[in-house]
């Protein structure tokens, strides 16, 4: 049984996946396999409609399928935002149409969201190889200021025809390589939080995202010039990522302290020359960021730790409501710190437990980790192959803002990561002095020559 047969075993949603060239061909075969005698409705933006969509329509039609006038996205400003969600989900509650999401992350997410808030499943086809969100429970989309993760069902069925994903940006393609590498801090942050007690790892939810992982990424230059093989590597991992996230009904599987990064500079309305940054590009800097920290805690001898140092610098609960609540005074997300911080706050007794077993653990711990992390060099020599950005800069994320994402990234999920792990020994200041300051990666004098083109 190969990966993806193995994840759709598993899956408790998505029931087809096919991945191949000129596929499009057959996802009225699939329509009429997953969804027996109902009514199709091509859901697209104009751009993925002249791309998949249009030639999706007429294979319907042709095949007998009853269908509804495609639902096109007009504005030129389309993103993952709820009023957009809010649009579709108006016009799915006049019909009873099965939706056929045409595109990638965008079209996908608002999709899912707004079938399952009209009580329907959906087909997807995939367009380009950009996130790993086509088969992922759940949908990250922007609401009240605040990138947010919505329960959400996956695609009852997938069809990602790699014909028409070789043929996409080259940008887009990096964009997902990065989201599919940020798999590899996310793993580490899940084995981090395994070894406290925190949150113990899945072995099945592990297996499925973690298993072919680096085969998955072994050719970014394959994957940057479109070459077949490489691509359809890079579609499954993608797609395992999801199975993951499905399996475990939550991003923990695919997501951790990288991809917080990106939803803070989202929250924070971040833009590179007036334009969104994609998912993957933010991720990618999350990732070499996140990357270059972990390098800074495997130099960190745990075995030594002070805890009684690090419990004096704990703050109460009072203080750290107080510190939660300052921190994103004047933003559009004033109260997210404190809902989030106060989610994973412990208490003076219940950390003291936690550092001792990461000081009595630290070497088998330390091994696991530099196991599961790629070291940040060839970190940033796979991506800069890919063509995604591995200096801040290229996304418009100065220095002194990057080493702030470190500080302000920590409060805004529950979900623990190894930045929480450096506010709860006391470490933050130090490691970040180590890549900010002096002989540091990202110290104002190692700035180097870089392609901003992104």
Excluded at 225 to 236: F, H, M, N
């Amino acid at each position: 049984m190969s990966k993806i047969e193995e994840a759709l075993a598993a899956a408790s949603e998505t029931r087809a996946l096919r991945i191949g060239p000129g596929l499009l061909a057959e996802v009225a075969e699939l329509f009429t396999e997953q969804f027996p005698g109902q009514t199709a409705v091509v859901i697209a933006d104009e751009t993925t409609f002249k791309i998949a969509g249009e030639t999706v329509a007429k294979n319907l039609a042709d095949a007998g399928i009853p269908q509804l006038s495609p639902f096109i996205f007009k504005d030129p400003d389309l993103y993952a935002e709820y009023k957009f969600v809010a649009e579709l989900e108006t016009f799915l509650k006049t019909n009873q149409a099965i939706p056929v999401a045409v595109g990638s992350g965008t079209i996908n997410d608002l999709t899912k969201l707004a079938s399952h808030l009209t009580n329907r499943q959906y087909l997807c086809v995939a367009t380009a190889a950009s996130m790993d969100g086509y088969t992922a429970f759940g949908a990250s989309i922007t609401a009240d200021g605040a990138k947010q993760t919505f329960n959400c069902p996956a695609p009852q069925a997938c069809l990602a025809d790699t014909d028409i994903i070789c043929a996409a940006p080259s940008e887009m393609t990096a964009s997902g390589y990065a989201d599919l590498f940020a798999k590899v801090t996310a793993g580490a942050d899940w084995i981090l939080a395994h070894a406290l007690q925190v949150e113990p790892i899945d072995d099945k939810a592990w297996s499925i995202v973690q298993g072919g992982l680096h085969e998955s990424l072994a050719d970014p230059e394959g994957v940057r010039k479109g070459d077949q093989a490489a691509i359809t590597k890079l579609v499954e991992g993608l797609m395992l990522g999801g199975f993951a996230m499905q399996w475990h009904k939550t991003s923990r599987p695919a997501s951790g302290a990288e991809h917080q990064f990106s939803h803070l500079w989202n929250m924070e309305n971040h833009l590179h020359h007036g334009e969104h940054i994609s998912h993957g590009f933010q991720v990618s800097i999350g990732t070499i960021a996140i990357t270059a920290f972990y390098e800074q805690v495997l130099k960190t001898d745990f075995s030594k730790l002070d805890i009684e140092k690090s419990l004096e610098q704990w703050p109460s609960a009072v203080q750290s409501d107080q510190e939660s609540l300052a921190i994103f005074v004047g933003t559009d997300f004033p109260e997210i710190g404190l809902q989030e911080t106060r989610a994973k706050y412990i208490d003076h007794e219940k950390l003291r437990a936690q550092l001792t077993l990461l000081k009595e653990n630290w070497p088998a711990l330390k091994n696991k980790l530099a196991e599961q992390i790629v070291p940040y060099q060839e970190a940033k020599r796979r991506l800069e192959r890919v063509g995604a950005p591995t200096a801040p800069e290229q996304i418009s994320i100065t220095r002194e803002r990057l080493r702030e994402t470190f500080i302000r990234a920590q409060y805004i999920r529950r979900r623990f990561t190894i930045l929480d792990l450096a506010v709860r020994t006391g470490y933050l200041d130090q490691w970040l002095d180590g890549l900010f300051g002096k002989g540091g990666i990202w110290h104002p004098t190692s700035l180097h020559s870089h392609t901003d083109k992104f």
